[in-house]
C-alpha cells in the first residue's frame, strides 16, 4: 500500500503562484510514476503532469506545459507541483497519484493506471 497526502492549496490571484506538496509513503519501492491530476467543479478529472519516480523523466498537460514543474525529492518521499502564471481556469481540485509499478511512459497519462490517491487539496484562482 501506498498513501498520499497533498498540502500547499489555496486561494490565489491569477498571474500568481503556488507550490503544492505531496508527502508519499509505504511501499514507495514499487511506484514507478506519480502524477497531479485535477477536477474542476462540474467537470471530469484531468491529467495535468507526472513524473517517473526513479529517474524523473516528465510529462505534461498542454494547457499547463510552461507554468507548472512536476518534482520530486527522494530523500522526503516528497512530490511537488510548482505552479506560476496562474489563471481562473487552473481552479479545481488536484490530486496526486502514484501507480503501483507496472505502469510505461505511454500510459503515465491516464488515470487508470493509478492506484493510489490522496484526498485533493482545493485551488482557487481569482480574476
Known amino acids: 500500500q501506498v498513501q498520499l497526502v497533498e498540502s500547499g492549496g489555496g486561494l490565489v490571484q491569477a498571474g500568481g503562484s503556488l507550490r503544492l506538496s505531496c508527502a508519499v509513503s509505504g511501499r514507495t519501492f514499487s511506484i514507478y510514476a506519480v502524477a497531479w491530476f485535477r477536477q474542476a467543479p462540474g467537470k471530469e478529472r484531468e491529467f495535468v503532469a507526472a513524473?517517473?519516480?526513479?529517474?524523473?523523466?516528465?510529462i505534461y498537460a498542454d494547457s499547463v506545459k510552461g507554468r507548472f514543474t512536476i518534482s520530486r525529492d527522494n530523500a522526503k518521499n516528497t512530490l511537488f507541483l510548482q505552479m506560476n502564471s496562474l489563471k481562473p481556469e487552473d481552479t479545481a481540485v488536484y490530486y496526486c497519484?502514484?501507480?503501483?509499478?507496472?505502469?510505461?511512459?505511454?500510459?503515465?497519462?491516464?488515470?487508470?493506471?493509478?492506484?493510489?490517491w490522496g484526498q485533493g487539496t482545493q485551488v482557487t484562482v481569482s480574476s
Open positions: 513524473l517517473t519516480w526513479s529517474g524523473g523523466s516528465t
Open positions: 497519484a502514484a501507480d503501483n509499478g507496472w505502469t510505461t511512459s505511454a500510459t503515465m497519462r491516464l488515470q487508470r493506471v493509478y492506484a493510489y
